[in-house]
């Protein structure tokens, strides 16, 4: 089982400078894999692509890209220049997004988004792995007079959807790699979650998915504190119609609820919950809540988990 963490050095003075020193520092821990957000900032699958250049071994990925507001074509140049440069080590992650953000930030209606979803999904497994498509939907087109391989990426990229609910995890099981949920806790994962992508992946004739679990947390003797200021900071997630639906599931009435926020025992005991509900890999995100001393002492932990 792999153990990662989510890097944000959003606030730092050189945002690409600081988050290749914090993948250095995590490599250094032993930790396996560091994925990056996306919204309207630095561009993820460059970061990626960086980090994985300059820390040789460790797993990188993006969780995740809005399939509104891009087109597979340009999301699939993105994704395998990644993979080239950094030798097959990068994991391409993309989400529906969310209705304000689509309408506010893009201007376009946040219609339909299971099915611009799989649309997205078919045309990018195409030019992915092979480096060529000629799709046609109903919301989508991407078609390739001209050559969209890129030397060096001929492995294709794994794809993995940030999906949760009932249609997006169909979507998923059938044409994807696997998922990237969040805020979801073992509970929802083996009651919910995993039954439903596993059952669309064996319809579909798909090998087993991929089920990599984002879970907010931080190992710290501050646990009140803490747990405080991560209601505060996620509170956002609350408002989204998908994630309120999965804290429910998961007995959180919080997002906060779902914040994994204590000793290295707590930690320890949570990962062994996310392995037996059916999370393949675990990404720890918001390690950095608590100030450097207790992200480190985060990540040394992770790093022992993923031995």
């Not at 097959?88 to 893009?106: C, M, N, S, V, W």
């Not at 009651?191 to 089920?211: K, Q």
């Not at 997630?237 to 999965?246: F, G, K, T």
């Amino acid at each position: 089982m792999t153990v990662g963490v989510a890097l944000n050095a959003a606030d730092a003075p050189n945002q690409v400078d600081a988050t290749v020193q914090l993948a250095w520092e995590a490599a250094e821990f032993g930790v396996t894999s560091a994925w990056f957000g996306q919204t309207f900032g630095a561009d993820s699958p460059q970061l990626a692509a960086i980090v994985g250049r300059e820390v040789p071994g460790l797993q990188v990925g993006t969780s995740a890209i809005p399939v509104f507001g891009r087109h597979p074509l340009l999301v699939s140049s993105q994704a395998q220049t990644a993979q080239a440069a950094t030798h097959g080590r990068y994991h391409l992650g993309l989400a529906l997004g969310t209705k304000l953000l689509t309408e506010t930030g893009f201007g376009l209606p946040f219609e339909r988004p299971v099915a611009r979803l799989r649309e997205f999904l078919t045309g990018l497994r195409e030019l992915t792995e092979t480096g060529a498509a000629d799709f046609h939907g109903e919301l989508l087109t991407a078609t390739t007079p001209v050559p969209a391989r890129v030397p060096g990426a001929e492995n294709g990229v794994p794809l993995l959807v940030a999906a949760m609910g009932p249609q997006a995890l169909r979507a998923s099981g059938e044409l994807a790699d696997g998922i990237l949920p969040y805020l979801a806790a073992p509970r929802a994962l083996a009651d919910h979650i995993v039954p439903a992508l596993t059952a669309a992946a064996e319809a579909a004739g798909r090998p087993a998915p991929r089920v990599v679990a984002l879970v907010p947390g931080v190992v710290t003797d501050d646990v009140d504190a803490v747990r405080a200021k991560a209601t505060e900071n996620l509170a956002f997630y609350e408002q989204i119609p998908s994630y309120a639906r999965v804290i429910e599931l998961s007995g959180g009435r919080r997002a906060a609820d779902l914040a994994v926020i204590g000793d290295e025992k707590a930690l320890e005991t949570e990962v062994r919950r996310y392995r037996d509900a059916g999370a393949t890999e675990v990404v720890f995100s918001g390690t950095e809540i608590a100030g450097d001393a207790d992200r480190r002492r985060t990540w040394r932990l992770l790093g022992e988990l993923a031995r």
